[in-house]
Every structure is written in C-alpha cells, then in structure tokens.
C-alpha cells in the first residue's frame, strides 16, 4: 500500500533552470510533509517542511507547495544547481499514526551543467 | 551543526549471526528512531522510542529486533538472528520534539551473506 507516491523515479534539468519533483499522498489524515535530498552513501539530509495549515513554504531556492485536495505537494528548487543532483524523498507524517513518516520511493534529480 | 553518529558504516555479517548497530544521536533530542532502506527501495519505518520505551513499531520490527538506549548517549539496534533479506542500510534519526523533522545519521551498511 503505497501511501505516498513519487511517480517520476527520475528527473534530469538544465543548470539554471527551474526543478520541479512531485509527490502524491492518500491519506487524508496525513498533516504534515517533508521533503529530504540523500546523496549516496549518506543519510537523508531535511530539506524543507510544510504543515497542512500552509500551501506554500519557501526557505531560499527551495519551495515546497501543497494542495490538500489534490492531496499533492511539489518542491520546486530554482535555480537548479549541479549540486543539487541527488534523490529527493517527500515523506508524510499524521497525529493519528505517532507522527512517524512514511517515505515516497524518491525521485533521482540530475542537474546537467 | 549537531550530527547524528552512526557505526559502523558497513558490518558484513553471516547468516544467523547477531548484530548491533549503534547510534548516537543528538545530546538533546528526545525522540530516536530507526529507519531502513533495502537497495533500490524506499526508506522504511522500523520504530520509534521515546522516554526509554517503544513507542510505535512497525511489522518489519518483530521478534529478531530489540533497541535501547543503555546508557543515555548512545541507541542501539540489535538483530538477533540475521537473514539474508535483512541486508540494508539502516539510518538512525532523532528529533528534538513533534513535529519538527528528524536529522538522520549517515546509515549503515548491514550486508548478510
């Protein structure tokens, strides 16, 4: 039972231009999302975070939006930047499910200089 | 910036072998967790633990699986009894309260041969 699904396994983009990595849920009772970037061989390092009390939060390149009854957020990072090439998970969290997350597949993003 | 410290990076071990994976997470942080990844899979909910008890498991966390936290610093992993589908890397994450995110050690490697 995939909860929460990232339908692109891979994304490539042109250096400068604008990423844009998806993420749908199905739980209704999930209230709170994260997104992580993991290079290989390391742990999954935060990226950015929105509760669903928001559709949109920005922390510089990065902006996470949601929309609840889509049940879908998006991470758009832009300007794209070679570094930024690694996977992204959107992972979900609900009060009612101990505020454990539940992790996408992830979406492997190339970043082509 | 405060890290979560995981060892060993990788532990080859044979089948039917105990193992302990240990980690350190953040000194001020009251929520610990551990999560896994199967190659090429997503990242799974182990458990959680919480004021020196489970406080949610998943199904993959059963019987052959024990944590604690014996000495206040460090929080182990054990897998009594090790199977080949148990090779994955295995991060440990805490988190200071809900429902900031978690910050993820680097992982470890656990190959069963």
């Known amino acids: 039972d995939q909860q929460v699904k990232q339908n692109s396994p891979s994304l490539s983009v042109q250096e400068g231009r604008i990423s844009i990595l998806n993420c749908d849920y199905t739980?209704?009772?999930?209230?709170?999302f994260l997104w992580y970037k993991k290079y290989p061989a390391e742990g999954p390092t935060f990226l950015i975070s929105?509760?669903?009390?928001?559709d949109k939060n920005e922390d510089g390149r990065f902006t996470v939006f949601l929309n609840k009854s889509a049940k879908h957020l998006s991470l758009h990072i832009v300007p794209s930047q070679p570094g930024d090439s690694a996977v992204y998970f959107c992972?979900?969290?609900?009060?009612?499910?101990?505020?454990?997350?539940?992790f996408g597949p992830g979406t492997r993003l190339s970043v082509l200089p | 910036e405060p890290e979560v410290t995981q060892t060993p990076s990788h532990q080859v071990t044979q089948m039917g072998q105990e193992v302990i994976l240990r980690c350190v997470p953040i000194?001020?942080?009251?929520?610990f967790y551990w999560y896994r990844q199967i190659l090429g899979q997503k990242v799974e909910f182990l458990v959680s633990?919480?004021?020196?008890?489970?406080?949610?498991k998943s199904e993959i966390f059963d019987d052959q699986f024990s944590v604690e936290r014996p000495d206040g610093s460090n929080f182990t992993l054990k897998i009594r009894s090790t199977k080949l589908e148990d090779s994955a890397m295995y991060f440990c994450?805490?988190?200071?309260?809900?429902?900031?995110?978690?910050?993820f050690g680097s992982g470890t490697r656990l190959t069963v041969v």
């Open positions: 633990f919480y004021n020196n008890e489970i406080s949610e």
């Open positions: 739980n209704s009772m999930f209230d709170y």
């Open positions: 992972a979900a969290s609900a009060k009612n499910y101990g505020q454990n997350f539940v």
């Open positions: 000194s001020n942080h009251l929520y």
């Open positions: 994450a805490s988190r200071i309260n809900i429902p900031q995110g978690y910050t």
């Open positions: 929105i509760s669903s009390i928001k």
